[in-house]
């Protein structure tokens, strides 16, 4: 039934045809037909059919037919398993032939050839393959080590291939040094504990006089490996640089870059202050600088490291900014990332000549570029304080260019240069607003409102402006909606006698026809505010806003720090770390940069290293717009005030830093809160607030707004107390999970029960099995007063550090304020996980459920549910547990499900619901088995609520 | 790496599966990808679809794909799909469907010695034709065995090479990029070079290349003459970085035949060689005026040669009329140019072309972007940056006399001067 073939077949009289030539006697005839058969198979025809008649072509002397045979048995051996078996005598025949080169195909092909039982037949003869005297069958057999580990690690292991593969390390010969190091290194990586890789200097010293000899794709592996070895103090590690170093002047840019992932790494160790120091950074620039020469998809590669090193080492290339100029014909994929690195590189020293190339830019025709290009201008202006005023003009005459999205783009810019520079350059606001009508984007729009909300005081038409947004206030996206309802009530609050009408029918549109609970709930807001205390509604709305920092998108110092150690891989290019987009990486490993030599001790615990990195007083960063889910009181919505979680004290970060980084096990005893208890627990209150009572005819729009709270769609579990005020020293916090709109979000109750305010509130997590972290700031903008609550919505992300937990959901918190840190750990539903776009396609669900092997499936009874498979099906795909198929056998409904993780991890399921029966049973299968449990949990949470 | 796949639009022509980690029919969805991205103008090297990840080159009308799930080395993928096209074009003359297709089972034994479970091994075409053969057919068993030049360290040369007569020709090549704004500033230009050799020696002979290379000279105490600054170099396989990291000797065992020994990098400010002004009116709905002159400003004793000067027009141009003082214009409408042709080119003097178009009273309006001109040109006899070949010495155990030449040129590279139209 999951066997629909792919491919189409071969008609029968083409296959007798051909059998019949196999079975020749003639030995060119013979040859012949393997090519045709070959020559289908190329073109994607079965001819699995021949497997017998192939595999007796096999003995043979000549060698171009063995070639051919051998393709033919990696590509078919695994349909044909038993089949298979009756090639293994020419295999170990073959293996012990007087030609090399047959020995070397012979222990390669079998290696290919991925079927279990062969395998056992294999490690005789590749146990001499491994001392042979020839160096191309040893370098072979190396390879052919990784690849039986593939298959079946525990019998290379038993065999004590692993020893003779590190033997090889020591071989006369570079290309043998070469593979033994790659295949070694390929099988550290799925055994990150093995210690297999054990590298100390002599081995070191090895690798590096291999280095000088071997091809250059062996210098790759080679230096991949080396960058995976932390120097035992600066003076190793200055020698390694020194060792390295040559090879930047290597003709292929893959060995380039490599050495410059070492270097890069090794010269964390190196004291600032030596001269070697300096002189490994003026020997980087050119390197890669000439990367740029080479063809446009390196050129890509090379440009996404560069990003990385110019944040890590900004001063290594700080000279060289007209290498990035943008070229006629560059890819665009070329021209967008040079922009960006222009950008980083903008210093006040060459910000003259890096604007009239923005501006030049800006007159392009490709919409992308341009519209970054204009966004680069207002950056500079944020970065360089002393180009602002130029870049303001600048942005001044390309709106009088009139080409929409010009204007659309630097409007956006534009705000954030006055949220920089407050009380500067206000006077361009006239020229902004008569292209008021031009603008048909969402974000364009959304800043124009913001604009004219904030300064409406000096805009004598504000009102009027205003208003003619609200006309078609329905038609309008979220962004803009929520703006405008600020903006309204900021200018009511400025111009309180003009516009009350204007104020109320913001409201009234905001609550009472919108269908979307953020704005419901920002509308009720400010209706209570206003109408409660006016004053405070002023003190809240008006309240000074915070400067943007000028850094942007940064990246997140561990995760920068990470992605150094994986320059030139995948990962460099995504900028994203490997746990995040490699399918079940199993114990996935952090890289993380060696600490630096100031102190010369400690420096082999990884912590350190990093609790040093995040000292460096974390840079502030403005997100990428459209975050909807900041506080609802935070009133400029893009971008919002991140100016990092508020200052901590920097001891505090460091202790917090340390304690959650090293012996974590003391700390979960003491933490270990209500998680079981807490299910059954009531929902937490309402907010003190907003039981307060409401004035004049609000009391049933209050009611309306009680319901909106109540989850929709995907499933979030009640509120539980997860730190109990008497661990606190008087904070109690409760919260739960959801999942909304596809943003992952904390929801907490803090409650002041102590006796004192409450302020400067912080969060952060510890490592945790998703690399759950806080998407923002905890925004607790006012002080929390005793016997007072607040409700705390924190947008989360997966691009924190990873590291597994037990169980696998458990969630590490440390929460701040003025008194003390507080710690405590919860778990969180594995649903909140699911992303939206977790549908599998029918075929690829049935292809996975038969690749993944039986090992990694489960099963669950669910008991006591009475829903019939349809309510069920509906109920998961609230959760983004998504129906496939569903077969009915015998009364019995079975439901395919799929499921996908934050961390592209597969869930596939079956589950089977039986009319009358209210225990469901179900299978879930994935590749990395150790979610099931929780995933079974969130199925059950999911069905019964 | 998992697989790498040829294809040739919707059609797989040929696929290697190295690691059997990737599906093979995952590649049924990269082109549906390649079309999306194209279609949103957000064309990427890198895509990925569920936890397959495709790093792709195209060459002519194929696309070199290679697909992986693992965080693979990316440079190293996209440096060993180049060398995929740099072997099979030596081996086929052209890389395309047919070659492929007519020679599928020489193409599986290159891809089955090229790389082995993911990781590129013998990659030299030079090496690989003396055992893998377009005519293996002919080719006894006992004949066929590895080099040993595979596993050595000296990987790029054979042994037992012999010459009658041994000679090094060593071409010094310099290309210029320059990029010149619309008001005529130089924004950033730099001499790109390259030696290249043809060997023709016998046996494993060391050679010893001597350049005017400044640091050299300091290192030597020697002063004298001019010396060129080069600031980044790199070097083929064959020469020992660690000695030239030491004390700048440049020593080496030449591959046989012809190779890319270096190229260098300087990045001094150097004069454009030719330059060009340019006055672009466009009247709307009438007429385009274009008048160009191009200054020759190198030493009068030289000759530029081919040189052609790209001056770009409106998609919509008509009617195209020229004058030019030397030399001949023609206009290229699939291409949108001018191209104004100048055979020879003397040192010093200047030439004066115009062209007048006419322009349709219904404007396009799509917008065009702003193509600039450009110039192709070679000046033989000559580098722009100074740097001259002082020795190349050659020492064989067999003691034979050998002869190196040396020629010199200097041409255009990336030479793009911006327009204000």
């Known amino acids: 039934m999951m066997n629909d073939s792919l491919f189409s077949l071969v008609c029968a009289g083409e296959i007798f045809e051909l059998k019949a030539e196999l079975n020749s006697d003639k030995k060119e005839k013979k040859k012949e037909a393997v090519k045709k058969v070959i020559a289908s198979m190329t073109v994607g025809k079965d001819v699995s059919a021949l497997f017998p008649d192939v595999v007796n072509c096999m003995q043979t002397d000549n060698l171009e037919l063995k070639k051919l045979v051998y393709l033919y048995l990696m590509n078919y051996a695994k349909s044909q398993p038993d089949m298979a078996i009756m090639a293994v005598n020419t295999f170990v025949k073959d293996c012990e032939d007087p030609n090399p080169l047959i020995r070397a195909l012979a222990v390669r092909t079998m290696g290919c050839i991925r079927v279990d039982k062969i395998t056992e037949y294999l490690c005789e003869p590749l146990r001499k393959c491994l001392k042979d005297e020839d160096p191309y069958v040893r370098k072979t057999a190396a390879v052919c080590v990784a690849k039986l580990h593939d298959i079946n690690a525990q019998l290379v292991e038993d065999q004590g291939f692993l020893d003779t593969l590190k033997d090889l390390i020591s071989d006369s010969n570079p290309m043998v040094v070469a593979n033994a190091v790659a295949a070694l290194s390929e099988i550290a990586e799925s055994h990150p504990n093995s210690n297999l890789l054990d590298l100390n200097p002599q081995t070191i010293n090895k690798l590096l006089t291999a280095l000088n000899e071997c091809t250059e794709w062996g210098q790759i592996f080679i230096l991949d490996c080396l960058a995976n070895y932390t120097p035992r103090d600066d003076r190793e590690s200055q020698s390694i640089c020194e060792r390295v170093t040559p090879r930047l002047s290597h003709a292929n840019s893959a060995v380039v870059l490599s050495a410059v992932k070492v270097l890069m790494k090794f010269m964390e160790m190196l004291p600032k202050d030596l001269d070697y120091y300096g002189t490994l950074l003026k020997k980087l620039a050119p390197p890669l600088v000439t990367l740029l020469s080479a063809e446009p998809e390196l050129q890509y590669v090379a440009l996404r490291n560069i990003n990385l090193i110019v944040q890590r080492r900004p001063e290594i290339l700080k000279h060289e900014m007209k290498v990035f100029f943008v070229k006629y014909n560059d890819p665009i994929y070329v021209k967008l990332e040079k922009l960006d690195i222009m950008i980083r590189l903008a210093s006040q020293a060459n910000i003259a000549q890096v604007l009239a190339e923005l501006k030049e830019y800006a007159t392009e025709v490709d919409v992308d570029f341009v519209r970054k290009a204009v966004r680069a201008i207002g950056r500079c202006a944020i970065k360089v304080e002393q180009s602002a005023e130029r870049c303001v003009s600048t942005l001044l005459d390309l709106i009088q260019t009139k080409v929409n999205y010009v204007v659309q783009e630097a409007i956006v810019v534009i705000k954030d240069i006055f949220r920089k520079y407050p009380n500067k350059y206000e006077s361009v606001i006239a020229t902004l607003c008569e292209n008021l009508d031009s603008l048909d984007e969402p974000e364009a729009r959304a800043a124009m409102i913001w604009i004219v909300g904030e300064y409406a005081e000096r805009i004598d038409n504000a009102d009027e402006l205003l208003e003619s947004f609200l006309e078609g206030f329905h038609d309008e996206s979220t962004q803009v909606q929520l703006q405008l309802l600020t903006a309204i009530v900021k200018l009511f609050l400025k111009k309180p006698t003009e516009t009350q009408e204007l104020v109320q029918q913001v409201l009234s549109l905001a609550t009472q026809d919108s269908d979307n609970p953020d704005l419901r709930d920002r509308g009720y807001i400010y209706w209570r505010l206003l109408s409660t205390d006016p004053v405070a509604a002023k003190e809240v709305v008006l309240a000074e806003k915070p400067l943007i920092s000028e850094e942007t998108d940064l990246i997140e110092p561990t995760l920068l720090e990470e992605l150094i150690c994986h320059i030139g891989t995948l990962a460099s290019v995504y900028h994203k770390p490997p746990s995040a987009f490699v399918e079940g990486s199993r114990g996935v490993q952090h890289k993380r940069l060696p600490g630096s030599a100031g102190s010369g001790e400690s420096v082999e615990s990884p912590d350190t290293g990093s609790a040093a990195g995040v000292s460096e007083a974390p840079p502030a960063v403005i997100p990428s717009q459209g975050d909807l889910l900041g506080d609802l009181l935070n009133l400029d919505l893009t971008p919002p005030t991140t100016t990092g979680p508020p200052p901590p004290s920097s001891g505090m970060q460091m202790g917090a830093m340390d304690l959650l980084g090293g012996g974590l096990d003391s700390l979960v005893g003491y933490l270990h809160s209500t998680m079981g208890a807490g299910f059954g627990a009531p929902p937490a209150a309402m907010p003190a607030s907003f039981t307060a009572p409401v004035s004049g005819g609000l009391d049933d729009l209050f009611d309306l707004g009680g319901g909106v709270g109540m989850p929709m769609g995907a499933y979030s579990p009640p509120k539980t107390v997860w730190l109990p005020a008497m661990k606190a020293k008087g904070l109690e916090i409760s919260g739960t999970f959801a999942r909304r709109a596809g943003v992952i979000q904390m929801e907490m109750t803090l409650t002041n029960k102590a006796m004192s305010v409450m302020t400067d509130f912080a969060i952060q997590f510890n490592r945790n099995s998703f690399g759950l972290a806080p998407a923002g700031p905890l925004q607790v903008l006012t002080p929390l007063s005793p016997n007072q609550s607040i409700e705390v919505t924190l947008p989360l992300n997966t691009v924190g550090p990873v590291m597994k937990m037990e169980p696998l959901n458990n969630l590490q918190v440390a929460v701040k304020n003025n008194i003390d840190v507080f710690y405590f750990s919860c778990q969180y539903p594995i649903s909140m996980l699911f992303v939206e776009d977790g549908k599998m396609e029918r075929q690829v669900f049935l292809a996975t459920w038969k690749d993944i092997p039986n090992d990694n499936e489960s099963q669950f009874q669910i008991k006591d549910c009475h829903l019939n498979s349809d309510a069920a099906s509906n109920k998961l795909q609230g959760s983004n547990i998504f129906t496939i198929a569903k077969r009915t056998v015998e009364g019995q409904d079975m439901l395919y499900q799929s499921m996908k993780l934050t961390n592209g991890i597969w869930v596939l399921a079956e589950l089977r619901v039986q009319a009358g029966n209210p225990n469901y049973t179900i299978s879930l299968k994935c590749r990395a088995p150790e979610v099931s449990q929780c995933v079974f949990q969130s199925y059950e949470a999911v069905l019964k609520n | ?421």
């Open chain 2, 1 to 421: 790496m998992a697989q790498i796949s040829k294809i040739f639009n919707l059609h797989v022509l040929i696929c290697r599966n190295y690691k059997g980690d990737v599906d093979m029919a995952e590649i049924d969805h990269f082109m549906p990808l390649l079309m999306q991205h194209e279609e949103e103008g957000l064309i990427c090297p890198v895509m990925s679809h569920g936890s397959v990840h495709f790093m792709w080159i195209k060459h002519s009308n194929l696309y070199l794909v290679a697909t992986t799930n693992k965080n693979s080395n990316a440079s190293l993928v996209y440096s060993f799909l180049y060398k995929l096209v740099e072997v099979f074009t030596e081996y086929f003359k052209e890389l395309e469907e047919e070659s492929i297709q007519d020679n599928f089972v020489v193409v599986y034994e290159l891809l089955d010695e090229l790389m082995d479970f993911g990781f590129p091994q013998t990659t030299d075409s030079k090496i690989l034709q003396e055992y893998i053969t377009q005519e293996g057919a002919k080719l006894e068993v006992a004949k066929t065995k590895v080099p040993t030049t595979v596993t050595n360290a000296v990987s790029w040369r054979s042994e037992g090479i012999k010459y009658k007569k041994n000679e090094v020709f060593i071409d010094v090549i310099e290309s210029i990029n320059v990029l010149v704004n619309a008001n005529g500033s130089v924004m950033s230009s730099d001499i790109v070079g390259s030696i290249k050799l043809k060997t023709m020696l016998s046996g494993m002979p060391e050679l010893r290349l001597g350049l005017n290379d400044r640091v050299l000279f300091a290192l030597t105490g020697r002063d004298k003459g001019k010396t060129v600054v080069m600031e980044d170099v790199k070097f083929h396989q064959c020469v020992r970085l660690s000695r030239f990291e030491s004390d700048r000797t440049i020593s080496f065992i030449p591959p046989d035949g012809e190779s890319e020994l270096m190229s260098y990098r300087i990045n001094t400010h150097v004069k454009p060689l030719i330059w060009i002004e340019s006055v672009i009116e466009k009247f709307s709905h009438s007429r385009v005026e274009i008048m160009v002159k191009a200054k020759g400003q190198f030493k009068k004793q030289s000759v530029a040669n081919n040189v052609e000067v790209r001056v770009p027009v409106p998609s919509d141009a008509d009617s195209p009329k020229f004058k030019t003082s030397t030399g001949n214009a023609k206009y290229v409408p699939e291409k949108n140019l001018v191209v104004w042709t100048i055979k020879s080119f003397p040192g010093g003097k200047e030439f004066l072309m115009r062209a007048h178009f006419g322009l349709p009273s219904v404007e396009n309006d799509e917008m065009e972007g702003k193509p600039p001109i450009t110039v192709k040109f070679e000046i033989p006899y000559f580098t722009v940056s100074g740097i001259q070949v002082r020795y190349m010495k050659i020492i064989e155990k067999s003691g034979y006399q050998a002869l190196p030449w040396v020629r010199y040129i200097t041409q255009s590279g990336d030479y793009q001067l911006r327009t204000n139209v």
